[in-house]
């Protein structure tokens, strides 16, 4: 009789326990009407066919137009398809060090919205 692979059975569970704790840690970012004004900022910065769902997300934040420094959109593709599958808008602020980040799928749906480098997301959020 051959014994189970109690290792494996564990590495199991282990990987299954992960993937649901970070989905169930990942929820889509508030979005709102965007603010035209943020959206203005975000245009001068920038031309991506995601701007508006950007702004909508940053106005769901909270995120007021005159605290943005910069705007830029980091890409990321399918190697083998040629396909893009994500883009993260990088927003700058004026008042702190680091950005915010939002992610948004490949139709621009928000992901999610983290700060990096020190940025913090507007007490609201």
């Known amino acids: 009789m051959k014994s189970p692979n109690f290792a494996a ?14 989905a ?7 979005v709102a009407q965007p603010d035209p004004a943020l959206l203005s900022v975000i245009n001068s910065n920038v031309t991506n066919d995601c701007n508006p769902q950007t702004a909508a997300v940053l106005t769901g934040v909270g995120l007021p137009a005159s605290n943005v420094r910069g705007v830029n959109y980091g890409i990321y593709r399918d190697e083998y398809r040629d396909k893009i599958v994500r883009w993260d808008a990088w927003v700058y602020l004026k008042d702190q060090p680091g950005s915010l980040v939002v992610t948004l799928d490949e139709d621009c749906r928000p992901i ?14």
């Open 24 to 30: 169930s840690t990942l929820s889509p970012p508030p």
């Open 112 to 125: 999610q919205i983290y700060a990096r480098e020190g940025a913090k997301l507007p007490a609201g959020r």
């Open 9 to 22: 059975f564990a590495a199991a569970g282990a990987l299954t326990m992960l993937v649901s704790a970070c």
